[in-house]
């Protein structure tokens, strides 16, 4: 059900328009909407400027110079729309103006002039500026350390706002460098509430106060349909903007900040809704289903299927019996077996005379894959290649001819299969793995390979909340693998700052035959936060389990070192993998018994899920050790990885503490542009995706159409 608010009407911040101020229109506060801005001669300072467009340059405001445009850049805005939309992270009350005899401790505004002001320096050579605050029913001192521009800048004997923490210092209590500002019609930084912003080295939020107060009132082309604002209750996009920056009270800041999070979701899922009919649009070539050969290939396997191993599978032949592309994302944890699903499509595919292409992220996955694939497609008489830059030039030809002559069902592959040189029969399934590994065009240019347009199955071991479902992957049908493999057990988690303990229990593993992950958040020795890195780990280790052949992983290696190094471990010439999260994404290792993660509150509990995957691989027990160098608060965080082995129901807690962008990197998140939307948020989720479901192509402007078309274009760029 929609959250609704009282009022429909968007009254702007008081005194925001000048036909109220000086009573022309003989309006009252509430009765002066976002519609109504700009309508009158003069606005407040200036205000509502009908020169001055959206795209005018930042510079064109008084006060920002080229030092102070550069320092806006950093900040992202550049012209009067990105000042606009440059939204506070937080407000400070003022509001509430008291007469000095009334006031108590705490933050607080008066309202008086400056009777008496002086300087003097500390004994340690700091300034110290004293000013005396009169109001008639009293006075009041106020001190600022260490500004000495203050006594300059201040007007005395002129009424004026002072705001800010009333607390005890120097034997009495006084106003902790507060901020003065004259008396107005429309305060920005005292007697009301007060913005406060994101900001860099050399700018203020005082400073963009400033600058706002230049060109708001701004009036702005609304892009929410007038049928969509009244159904929700959805102030005008003005008066949202302005309530934003300036609000009257919190509730007007609440009910703002919720209108604009519904046009970013709005807009997100209209977008998604145009990209899912373009794809409905689209011609591929329909499979037809041999039921019985594919329960004589599941038969043959050496293990049962889970449950949502077949209903997955029977969803992605479905899909593939249209006459429209499938376009579906495969969800599971490391090692629930979606290699197992997509060789079953790719069986479905073959029996059709047409192929699939595996993309995988790494030479280490395809080399795996393509195992996996060829093992289980073998009964069906399924031919099965390997394509990466480890191919020999006569090798590669001879694959890519048999490849074009229909003599290869399936081919699996890294980046290599994305060369022109690669080209197919009859291609009719593309599967990639780990797909946000994968640039858009890189995607693009496998399935430009095929006549028509191919069925795509995406993989992933990353848990994908319900919201992140809805948004991030909206334009895709999802299937998620939800149980794990019989027999396989949960690996035991443990959160301990105890370095010994830990070393003394992997040694008794060792003993045992079994071989570790340590992962560490830094490659290099570095003095952040005490978090250890690969090389140092990697000595510490060695001084306490000494017999231990230990080797290490990281990032920077070149392909062939990567590979060569997770042969190794894999091929138990090493007891002890040290690396950084690259293993996150790596071959399987069957008798991997343990893994330990250092600076274990560096990662999101997804990721960390996702690194504990790596163990357990077998009917074992595995265990998981998390070393937090952070205090109580990310313990109790990680604590969640102890009490919880669901990866999904991790990631939608992480979401809920986090936020995406923290956990799912500012490359996915950030492509949404979601400035206010908060993915955690799952009523206003729904209510902005009924609303832009409900929404007829008739009823959308051009405005809307243009923002539609952007989010596409960013939705395709991720």
């Given at each position: 059900m929609?959250?609704?608010?009282?009022?429909t009407?968007?009254?702007?911040?008081?005194?925001?328009?000048?036909r109220?101020?000086s009573?022309?229109?003989g309006?009252?506060?509430?009765?002066?909407?976002?519609?109504?801005?700009?309508?009158?001669?003069?606005?407040w300072q200036?205000?509502?400027?009908?020169r001055?467009?959206?795209?005018?340059?930042?510079?064109?405001?008084?006060?920002?110079g080229?030092?102070?445009?550069?320092?806006l850049?950093?900040?992202?805005?550049?012209?009067?729309a990105?000042?606009?939309?440059?939204?506070p992270?937080?407000?400070?009350?003022?509001?509430?103006v008291?007469?000095?005899?009334?006031?108590?401790?705490?933050?607080?505004t008066?309202?008086g002039?400056?009777?008496?002001?002086?300087?003097?320096?500390?004994?340690?050579?700091?300034?110290?500026?004293?000013?005396l605050?009169?109001?008639?029913?009293?006075a009041?001192?106020?001190?600022?350390?260490?500004?000495?521009?203050?006594e300059?800048?201040?007007?005395?004997?002129?009424?004026?706002?002072?705001?800010?923490?009333?607390?005890f210092?120097?034997?009495?209590?006084?106003?902790?460098?507060?901020t003065?500002?004259?008396?107005?019609?429309?305060?920005?930084?005292?007697?009301?509430?007060?913005?406060?912003?994101?900001?860099?080295?050399g700018?203020?939020?005082?400073?963009?106060?400033?600058?706002?107060?230049q060109?708001?009132p701004?009036?702005?082309?609304?892009?929410?349909?007038?049928s969509?604002?009244?159904?929700?209750?959805?102030?005008?996009?003005?008066?949202a903007?302005?309530?934003?920056?300036?609000?009257?009270?919190?509730?007007?800041a609440?009910?703002?900040?919720?209108?604009?999070?519904?046009?970013?979701?709005y807009?997100?899922?209209?977008?998604?809704?145009d990209i899912?009919c373009?794809?409905?649009?689209?011609?591929?070539?329909?499979?037809?289903?041999?039921?019985?050969?594919?329960r004589?290939?599941?038969?043959?396997?050496?293990?049962?299927l889970?449950?949502?191993?077949r209903k997955?599978a029977?969803?992605?032949?479905?899909?593939?019996?249209?006459?429209?592309?499938?376009?579906?994302?495969?969800?599971?944890?490391?090692?629930?077996?979606?290699?197992?699903v997509?060789?079953?499509?790719?069986?479905?595919?073959?029996?059709n005379?047409l192929?699939?292409?595996?993309?995988?992220?790494?030479?280490?996955?395809?080399g795996?894959?393509?195992?996996?694939l060829?093992?289980?497609?073998?009964?069906?008489?399924?031919?099965?290649?390997?394509?990466?830059?480890?191919?020999?030039?006569?090798?590669?030809?001879?694959?890519?001819q048999r490849?074009?002559?229909?003599?290869i069902?399936?081919?699996?592959?890294t980046?290599a299969?994305?060369?022109?040189?690669?080209?197919?029969?009859?291609l009719?399934?593309?599967?990639?793995?780990?797909?946000?590994?994968?640039?858009v065009?890189?995607?693009?240019?496998?399935?430009?390979?095929?006549?028509?347009?191919?069925?795509?199955?995406?993989?992933?071991?990353?848990?994908?909340p319900?919201?992140?479902?809805?948004?991030?992957?909206?334009?895709?049908d999802?299937?998620?693998?939800?149980?794990?493999?019989?027999?396989?057990?949960?690996?035991?988690?443990?959160v301990?700052?105890?370095?010994?303990?830990?070393y003394?229990?992997?040694?008794?593993?060792?003993?045992?035959?079994?071989?570790?992950?340590?992962?560490?958040?830094?490659?290099?020795?570095?003095?952040?936060?005490?978090i250890?890195?690969?090389q140092?780990?990697?000595?510490?280790?060695?001084?306490?389990l000494?017999?231990a052949?230990?080797?290490?992983?990281?990032?920077?290696?070149?392909?062939?070192?990567k590979?060569e190094?997770m042969?190794?471990?894999?091929?138990g010439?090493a007891?002890?993998?040290?690396?950084?999260t690259?293993?996150?994404?790596?071959?399987?290792?069957?008798?991997?018994?343990a893994?330990?993660?250092?600076g274990?509150?560096?990662f999101?509990?997804?990721?960390?899920?996702?690194l504990?995957?790596?163990?357990g691989?077998?009917?074992?027990?595995?265990?998981c050790y998390?070393?937090?160098?952070?205090?109580?608060?990310?313990r109790?965080?990680?604590q969640?990885?102890?009490?919880?082995?669901?990866?999904?129901?991790?990631?939608?807690?992480?979401?809920?503490?986090?936020g995406?962008?923290?956990?799912?990197?500012?490359?996915?998140?950030?492509?949404l542009?979601?400035?206010?939307?908060?993915?955690?948020?799952?009523?206003?989720i729904?209510?902005?995706?009924?609303?832009?479901a409900?929404?007829?192509e008739?009823?959308?402007?051009?405005?809307?159409?243009?923002?539609?078309?952007?989010?596409?274009?960013?939705k395709?760029?991720?």
């Amino acid at each position: 059900m929609a959250t609704k608010y009282k009022r429909t009407q968007s009254p702007l911040p008081t005194a925001m328009c000048c036909r109220r101020v000086s009573g022309i229109s003989g309006k009252s506060d509430s009765d002066v909407t976002g519609e109504e801005v700009g309508n009158c001669s003069r606005c407040w300072q200036g205000g509502y400027n009908r020169r001055m467009e959206l795209t005018t340059s930042i510079t064109a405001l008084k006060g920002v110079g080229s030092a102070s445009a550069t320092r806006l850049k950093k900040l992202g805005i550049t012209t009067v729309a990105d000042l606009l939309h440059h939204f506070p992270r937080r407000y400070e009350d003022y509001s509430r103006v008291v007469s000095i005899q009334d006031a108590r401790p705490g933050t607080i505004t008066v309202k008086g002039e400056i009777t008496r002001m002086q300087s003097h320096k500390t004994r340690r050579g700091k300034t110290l500026t004293k000013a005396l605050i009169d109001d008639g029913t009293g006075a009041i001192q106020a001190v600022w350390f260490n500004q000495p521009y203050v006594e300059r800048s201040l007007p005395k004997r002129t009424p004026v706002y002072v705001a800010g923490e009333l607390a005890f210092s120097y034997n009495q209590y006084a106003l902790q460098s507060p901020t003065v500002e004259r008396v107005s019609a429309f305060p920005r930084n005292a007697a009301r509430i007060v913005p406060i912003y994101p900001v860099t080295e050399g700018i203020t939020s005082k400073q963009i106060r400033y600058w706002l107060g230049q060109v708001l009132p701004a009036k702005l082309d609304d892009p929410i349909p007038e049928s969509v604002r009244e159904t929700y209750d959805l102030m005008d996009k003005t008066g949202a903007v302005a309530n934003m920056h300036f609000p009257r009270s919190m509730e007007d800041a609440d009910r703002a900040r919720y209108r604009l999070a519904f046009e970013e979701l709005y807009i997100l899922f209209l977008a998604l809704r145009d990209i899912k009919c373009e794809v409905d649009n689209q011609e591929a070539t329909p499979v037809t289903f041999d039921r019985e050969a594919i329960r004589a290939l599941v038969a043959d396997l050496p293990f049962s299927l889970t449950g949502s191993q077949r209903k997955s599978a029977w969803r992605i032949i479905q899909d593939m019996q249209r006459e429209h592309p499938m376009n579906r994302l495969l969800q599971g944890d490391v090692g629930s077996g979606k290699t197992v699903v997509a060789a079953i499509a790719a069986a479905v595919v073959a029996n059709n005379r047409l192929q699939t292409a595996f993309l995988a992220p790494t030479a280490i996955l395809a080399g795996q894959h393509e195992q996996t694939l060829r093992d289980i497609l073998a009964p069906l008489g399924v031919e099965v290649a390997l394509v990466t830059g480890a191919n020999r030039r006569k090798e590669r030809g001879d694959i890519i001819q048999r490849l074009r002559a229909n003599q290869i069902s399936v081919v699996v592959g890294t980046h290599a299969l994305l060369e022109d040189d690669v080209t197919f029969s009859g291609l009719g399934l593309v599967i990639i793995d780990e797909q946000h590994r994968f640039g858009v065009d890189q995607r693009k240019r496998l399935q430009e390979k095929a006549s028509n347009a191919p069925h795509v199955l995406s993989m992933t071991a990353t848990p994908i909340p319900r919201s992140l479902a809805l948004t991030v992957y909206g334009e895709l049908d999802i299937s998620f693998l939800a149980d794990m493999p019989p027999g396989r057990k949960s690996v035991k988690t443990f959160v301990t700052t105890n370095a010994d303990w830990v070393y003394r229990q992997l040694q008794t593993l060792l003993d045992s035959g079994g071989k570790i992950y340590v992962v560490c958040p830094l490659i290099e020795e570095s003095d952040t936060h005490g978090i250890k890195s690969v090389q140092q780990e990697a000595r510490t280790l060695q001084q306490y389990l000494p017999e231990a052949r230990i080797i290490s992983l990281n990032g920077r290696m070149k392909p062939g070192e990567k590979a060569e190094t997770m042969q190794r471990f894999a091929d138990g010439e090493a007891d002890i993998l040290v690396a950084t999260t690259v293993v996150e994404v790596g071959v399987d290792v069957a008798d991997a018994t343990a893994i330990v993660v250092e600076g274990a509150e560096r990662f999101g509990l997804a990721t960390l899920h996702q690194l504990r995957g790596r163990v357990g691989r077998n009917t074992s027990r595995a265990f998981c050790y998390l070393k937090p160098t952070d205090g109580f608060g990310a313990r109790q965080r990680l604590q969640l990885m102890e009490q919880h082995n669901d990866g999904r129901l991790l990631a939608e807690k992480d979401l809920e503490l986090r936020g995406a962008g923290e956990i799912y990197g500012e490359r996915q998140h950030g492509a949404l542009d979601m400035r206010l939307a908060r993915l955690s948020d799952a009523a206003l989720i729904n209510t902005a995706r009924q609303a832009a479901a409900d929404t007829p192509e008739s009823d959308m402007g051009p405005v809307l159409k243009e923002l539609v078309n952007n989010k596409k274009n960013q939705k395709h760029l991720n």
